[in-house]
């Protein structure tokens, strides 16, 4: 019954813009915590942003000023701005969420992930 679904992954330009969408269903919007990470083939997964039940964020120190981490509960919807874009930031998007504390320094704590968006940021 828990789902997330990602969309709006695509091929860019450097320094262009995306918005990423994960949709949210089975989850209670008063206790959820929701994040964005992201994966190149062959390294480690990262953390991208977070996002609190109050709306309180964190960012990773490669994308602050860069990308925005938001939600929106009527439309069950969590989202990912992402501005001038590098080459280097083409990865795998995941959105994933929990109940319980929010920081996406632990991934191994969220127990509910998307399949992922690919972002593909040519030079």
């Known amino acids: 019954q828990v789902q997330l679904v990602e969309s709006g992954g695509d091929s860019v330009q450097a320094g262009g813009s995306l918005r990423l969408s994960c949709a949210v269903y089975?989850?209670?919007?008063?206790?959820?915590?929701m994040a964005w990470f992201r994966q190149a083939p062959g390294k480690a997964r990262e953390g991208v942003a977070d996002?609190?039940?109050?709306?309180?964020?964190h960012y990773a120190d490669s994308v602050k000023g860069r990308l925005n981490i938001a939600r929106d509960h009527a439309k069950s919807t969590l989202y990912l701005q992402m501005n001038s874009l590098k080459p280097e930031e083409t990865e795998m998007y995941y959105c994933?969420?929990?109940?319980?504390?929010?920081?996406?320094?632990?991934?191994?704590?969220?127990?509910?992930w998307g399949q992922g968006t690919q972002v593909t940021v040519s030079s």
């Open positions: 994933a969420a929990r109940y319980g504390a929010c920081s996406f320094a632990y991934d191994s704590n969220f127990g509910y």
């Open positions: 089975g989850f209670a919007s008063s206790s959820i915590c």
């Open positions: 996002i609190n039940l109050v709306g309180s964020t």
